[in-house]
T-cell receptor, first 111, second 112 residues
Framework: GDSVTQMEGPVTLSEEAFLTINCTYT??????LFWYVQYPGEGLQLLLK?????DKGSNKGFEATYRKETTSFHLEKGSVQVSDSAVYFC??????????FGSGTRLQVQP | DSGVTQTPKHLITATGQRVTLRCSPR?????VYWYQQSLDQGLQFLIQ???????AKGNILERFSAQQFPDLHSELNLSSLELGDSALYFC???????????FGSGTRLTVV
């Protein structure tokens, strides 16, 4: 079945450090891929998405590129801020059922 | 405000009881999804409704049920509650799945 694998957290970085959160997926067909962010005490918010191979999604300084050959959708940001501290979820949609989420990666950014 | 409204925000109830969680989707969205988020299970898909009809089922227990009404709001009914049902329950809505979902802020259920 469809699945998403994310790197385990927590990821702890200093402010202005470079961020990478790895995400790989297993799915048949050509899924759409998403990153969601969950701030403490809140629901999930769509951060960015990509709907086909080689697409790059970007938002708020975050980027992720849909790599079909490696079945990956890694999240990157060049310079993190304390306000980026949150849990990040990678997800896929094949159109056959609801979004499948990874287990989430907690990011802690220290000043 | 995401546009998806969930009530109540917090609920504390005893084992064996029944509760109803309510969700109003974002205006124009016909699909409603229910997810359960617990510490050890992550985000688990429960059920999807589209324009009043059940569209897909995930890991929903037989003690749980849901429906979507003509005005598109949805309710998730949880009965014979157990301690292990304590979790955050999220509702999300979408106009089409490849656009992504809009999530509500969740209902935190505590079963004591």
């Amino acid at each position: 079945g469809d699945s998403v694998t994310q790197m385990e957290g927590p990821v702890t970085l200093s402010e202005e450090a470079f961020l990478t959160i790895n995400c790989t997926y297993t799915a048949t067909g050509y899924p759409s891929l998403f990153w969601y962010v969950q701030y403490p005490g809140e629901g999930l918010q769509l951060l960015l998405k990509a709907t086909k191979a080689d697409d790059k999604g970007s938002n708020k300084g975050f980027e992720a590129t849909y790599r079909k050959e490696t079945t990956s959708f890694h999240l990157e940001k060049g310079s993190v801020q304390v306000s980026d501290s949150a849990v990040y979820f990678c997800a896929l949609d094949t159109g056959r059922r609801a979004l499948t989420f990874g287990s989430g990666t907690r990011l802690q950014v220290q000043p | 405000d995401s546009g998806v409204t969930q009530t109540p925000k917090h609920l504390i109830t005893a084992t064996g009881q029944r509760v109803t969680l309510r969700c109003s989707p974002r205006s124009g969205d016909l699909s409603v999804y229910w997810y359960q988020q617990s510490l050890d299970q992550g985000l688990q898909f429960l059920i999807q409704y589209y324009n009043g009809e059940e569209r897909a089922k995930g890991n929903i227990l037989e003690r749980f049920s849901a429906q979507q009404f003509p005005d598109l709001h949805s309710e998730l009914n949880l009965s014979s509650l157990e301690l292990g049902d304590s979790a955050l329950y999220f509702c999300a809505s979408s106009v089409a799945s490849n656009y992504g979902y809009t999530f509500g802020s969740g209902t935190r259920l505590t079963v004591v």
